[in-house]
RNA sequence: GGGCGAUUGGCGCAGCGGUAGCGCAGAUGCUUUACACGCAUAAGGUCAGCGGUUCAAAUCCGUUAUCGCCCACCA
């Protein structure tokens, strides 16, 4: 079926089109082999092969790198909808789209996989050493590095899959160290002695942002430190602690300036227990004077609030731990412990020696390795750093200005104030999967660098030299995501493509890496480029689960997109998804949403069904709106169209989702195709005219609906005899507003509504009186002139629908002996009945009709008398409510008049 | 501790200054020749509490309560 490229619109030899369609649309069927028409056409290039107009703007979009060790879940899912809705509704536009698709190595995350999957088979990393683990890892990556991929073909999304990029491809990875090298030969990459947060369990510095916090009930253990001269007869002091190990490292003890009861302690010195170490008492503004016993041991070297004071005072720092967190050497017997036994240990020798003052319990938070969970050791060691403080002002600036645009706008602030908090970044790592920092240095004459090429002797003194052994943060990679992937590497800011197409339009990304990832690509690229990297940031809602909490495994709320794409269809997924893309920033998931828009696939599937199997003696040709009902349609469908395009520039998918809904379901198919059914059955031009109406606003509905909806609307309009010469929906011309807009009516719109009144009048008499539809019935419409004029002139559509046998439309109509009465915004329906009429029933229905038109009719006479509301309302919304009162004058007299007419 | 968001019919959400809307669930009736993943009809809400601004507040401001997220983190 879709190699049917020809696509011959109106051959009236084929046999019915609809004939192969089964009453429900099924998405597995149809799904792989539309993607790989679409794949094999080259729709995914940026000449969308060959039907972009290289004229207009281009439009890109970066997808956020998946991880390589990611499966897709519902974060994906929506965000790589959000990313294909944009870049398909700008490919139909013409634009020259591109996609651009990759994987990120993910440094930790990575490593940490492998080293379990060699743990699993037995195999020590650090065994087999450097080489032979980035081998394994490499494996890793070509076994399971494509499913992600894989996955997100799966969900139809157009992404230049012929220029995938991995942030450890060669050419990426010269990118990186380019940077690193610029950076560090500016004096933006120092190297220094810092307190980091160190995995014992990984041996690597984990950044602030990549720790995770776990609360926890601990103790307070309060510790006695004897002076070394007793003061006013104290001959000690208590200081209180959650980790009583570190007290091995203790250099001082601080208190509070504005604590007068310890000024007289400040200047004296503490004999430090178990080490026998004299350590002063001084003062610092850090200390709160309230909290334990106003004394606060001092540890420079395991606690980054200590290292602070220690560089204030000039205090000794003093590491204990290794780098697996065992007690170091020199210790006596805690030497070798780990810091859980050297904690018990030293617990209790001070409470032997009778120093242990007492202990409460203590809830605090703990920060953890977001990968092994291991308690973090805050640790001592040298790292490298970005100095962003110059970095930070042009990524501040240009979202300051504008030019970056946050969707929704909040986020604007949050970005600002996480820059400027920024503080230095820590950019080296302990592992072995990654960037290799790119240092040399000579240990014979203490000549270093950074290099774009190896060195492998010393250039100074022709010595051997050793490169450094730590690999870069993965996000230091990432941050270079939009402009390496262009060409950035081997020709700078002047590289064709970013010439051409920097910078992009669009970047959807989760709101927690809005700091660790979108603002270092706009530092990044504000350095490299001198330009944005992107126009737009769309931060989308996160998903949460039924329960309104994150998704994780621990709490089992987790739902895989997968099987949403098997229960619901591709589309369906992807539709019921964006349904909830509101402007909130959580998405509480609701798998109603799904199952409603997989039934929306089917309506759709549906409609077309009906109108293929109507297309007996189709001649293909331009909308004929000859009577109201097609004008309604066609002005329906111009200013739908144009609503969208306003809504799509606002990135607001679940309005543009819900009105393609509205349309298609409760205009097009509950009235525009009602409509039609009788008028198919003539022959003659008012068949070939709602026939051609009928294929114009379904191939214009697909085309709105395919940036969503790709799968569906493709296999339905490659059947479809569609005035377009173009192979596929992909690159069929997107409905142009500008162009329908001809098609607006309002009068049309108006006759519509009529009808639809004594239509729905008609319709719930019969439901009161359980009328079944194939009973003839009589009808009175009592409405004013120019109305009666506007219904006659679609009577036709009434008798179909009403099933009526005789119509009087009389301004001055009089309810029939014994009929039922409705009454409308703009008119009476006598219905009648033989009999049937409970007129009790009756008058309680109208009575409560009228019950509320006198509630309207008093809440306007009070806001009409108001004279504050007469002289302060803007006139035309006094002139709303004027006319408003009188409709419901008018409303409430007819009201009335039926119920007197009961008596 | 700081910031942000939410609180609207049973459930999930729109609306964000001029008389409350949608989807699902529930009710009733329909094998109406596109669709029961359907059609039709009817029912259901003093928009969390309190105070304020305004001619007018679900909508703006303040406050309280509950829930959630992010950031920082106390020895």
Redesign the pocket.
């Known amino acids: 079926m879709t190699d049917n490229i020809e696509n011959e619109a109106g051959s009236s030899e084929q046999q019915n089109p609809a004939a192969d369609m089964p009453?429900?649309?099924d998405p597995a069927s149809i799904e792989s082999s539309l993607f790989d028409f679409w794949y094999r056409n080259g729709y995914f290039h940026r000449d969308a092969g060959g039907y972009a107009n290289p004229e207009k703007e281009p439009y890109t979009i970066v997808i956020p790198p998946p991880n390589i060790t990611g499966m897709l879940h519902m974060g994906h899912a929506l965000n790589d909808t959000i990313q294909d809705t944009c870049i398909r509704r700008a490919r139909m536009q013409g634009r020259p789209t591109r996609w651009i698709l990759g994987t990120d190595h993910a440094g930790i995350a990575t490593q940490t996989k492998v080293d379990k999957k060699l743990a699993d088979e037995g195999i020590s990393r650090l065994k087999i050493g450097r080489e032979a683990f980035i081998d394994e890892c490499w494996k890793w990556r070509k076994e399971y590095g494509g499913t992600i991929v894989t996955q997100i073909k799966g969900m139809g999304c157009s992404c230049d899959y012929d220029d995938e990029h991995f942030t450890l491809d060669p050419d990426y990875a010269q990118g990186v160290r380019r940077l690193f090298v610029e950076w560090y030969h500016k004096g933006l990459i120092y190297r220094g002695k810092r307190i980091v947060n160190w995995c014992p369990h990984c041996t690597t510095a984990i950044a602030?942002?990549e720790a995770e916090?776990v609360d926890e009930v601990g103790h307070?253990w309060y510790l006695r430190y004897p002076l070394v001269e007793p003061i006013d007869g104290q001959d000690y002091i208590v200081?209180?602690?959650?980790?009583p190990e570190t007290m091995l490292g203790d250099t001082g003890v601080a208190v509070s300036p504005k604590d007068p009861d310890k000024k007289k302690f400040v200047g004296a010195k503490v004999r430090l227990p178990l080490v026998d170490r004299e350590i002063p008492i001084f003062s610092d503004f850090?200390?709160?004077?309230?909290?334990?016993?106003?004394f606060?041991?001092v540890t420079p070297s395991h606690?980054?609030?200590d290292w602070g004071m220690g560089e204030r005072h000039g205090l000794e720092k003093i590491n204990i731990f290794d780098e697996t967190a065992h007690v170091v050497e020199g210790y006596g017997k805690y030497s070798g412990m780990d810091r859980d036994e050297a904690r018990k240990a030293i617990v209790e020798d001070f409470d032997a020696l009778g120093l242990l003052d007492h202990i409460e319990e203590?809830e605090?938070?703990v920060m953890t390795c977001y990968r092994c969970h291991t308690k973090l050791e805050p640790w001592e060691s040298e790292q490298w750093f970005v100095a962003v403080d110059k970095l930070k002002e042009d990524a501040a600036r240009v979202v300051e200005d504008g030019e970056i645009q946050f969707h929704p706008a909040?986020w604007k602030?949050?970005y600002l104030?996480?820059l400027s908090?920024l503080k230095d970044w820590c950019i080296s790592r302990q592992l072995w999967w990654g960037h290799r920092i790119p240092m040399f240095y000579c240990d014979s004459c203490g000549w270093e660098d950074a290099c774009m090429d190896d060195v492998e002797v010393c250039p100074n003194c022709g010595k051997p030299v050793r490169r450094d052994t730590d690999v870069l943060d993965t996000w230091f990679s990432s941050q270079l995501w939009p402009f390496a992937t262009q060409g950035w590497t081997t020709d700078g800011a002047e590289a064709a493509e970013i010439k051409a197409n920097y910078p992009t339009q669009v970047l959807s990304t989760a709101?927690?890496i809005m700091?660790l990832w979108v603002a270092r690509m706009v530092m990044s690229s504000m350095y490299c480029i001198k330009q944005i990297p992107f126009e737009n940031v769309i931060i989308h809602p996160?998903v949460?689960g039924a329960d309104?909490?994150?998704m994780s495994k621990s709490r089992g709320n987790g739902v895989d997109p997968l099987k949403l794409m098997k229960d619901y269809g591709a589309d369906g997924m992807r539709f019921g998804l964006l349904l909830?893309v509101?402007?909130?920033?959580?998405?509480?998931f609701?798998e109603?949403?799904l199952?409603?828009s997989?039934?929306f696939?089917?309506?759709i599937w549906?409609?077309a069904?009906?109108i293929l199997?109507n297309l007996d003696g189709y001649e293909p040709g331009d909308p004929q709106p000859l009577t109201d009902a097609d004008k309604w349609i066609l002005s329906r469908l111009a200013k739908l169209t144009a609503r969208l395009d306003e809504e799509a520039e606002d990135f607001e998918f679940?309005?543009q989702a819900?009105d393609l809904y509205e349309f298609f379901?409760?205009e097009l198919?509950?009235w525009y195709?009602?409509f039609s059914?009788g008028r198919l059955r003539e022959e003659g031009p008012t068949k070939l005219a709602t026939q051609r109406n009928l294929v114009f606003v379904l191939d214009q509905s697909l085309r709105l609906l395919h940036p969503m909806m790709p799968f569906i609307t493709e296999e339905i309009w490659q059947k479809l005899p569609v005035q377009c010469d173009r192979p596929s929906i992909m690159v069929a011309p997107w409905p142009d507003s500008k162009e329908l807009a001809k098609f607006i009516d309002d009068d049309a719109e108006r006759a519509i509504e009529l009808v639809r009144q004594v239509v729905?009048s008609i319709?719930?008499t019969?439901?009161?009186y359980?009328i079944?539809?194939k009973k003839q019935i009589d009808v009175v419409v009592k409405a004013s002139k120019e109305d009666i004029a506007a219904i006659e002139a679609e009577r036709d559509l009434v008798f179909t629908m009403g099933n009526i046998g005789n119509l009087t439309m009389d301004p001055d109509a009089q309810k029939p002996k014994g009929a039922s009465a409705i009454v409308t915004d703009d008119l009476e329906v006598y219905i009648g009945l033989e009999g049937l009429v409970d007129f009790e029933a009756e008058r309680k229905r109208l009575e409560?009709n009228r019950d509320k038109l006198l509630?309207?009719k008093q809440?306007?006479d009070k806001?009409l008398s108001?004279e504050?509301?007469l002289?302060?309302?803007?006139p035309e919304?006094v002139e709303?409510?004027r006319n408003?009162a009188a409709?419901?004058e008018d409303s409430l007299a007819r009201v009335e008049a039926q119920l007197a007419e009961l008596d």
């Open positions: 009453k429900n649309y602030d942002d916090y307070l200081v209180a602690t959650t980790r850090y200390v709160d004077a309230g909290f334990g016993t106003g606060v041991k606690d980054p609030n203590h605090h938070s909040r602030q949050v104030d996480w908090n709101r927690d700091g996160t949460m309104g909490k994150p909830q509101t402007g909130a920033q959580d998405l509480k609701n109603d949403r199952e409603g997989r039934n696939a089917t309506k549906n409609a069904r009906f199997m679940a309005k819900q379901w409760n198919c509950d195709i009602e059914k729905t319709r719930s019969r439901a009161r359980q079944g539809n409560k509630k309207d809440k306007l806001k108001n504050g509301f002289a302060k309302a803007a919304v709303k409510t408003e409709d419901v």
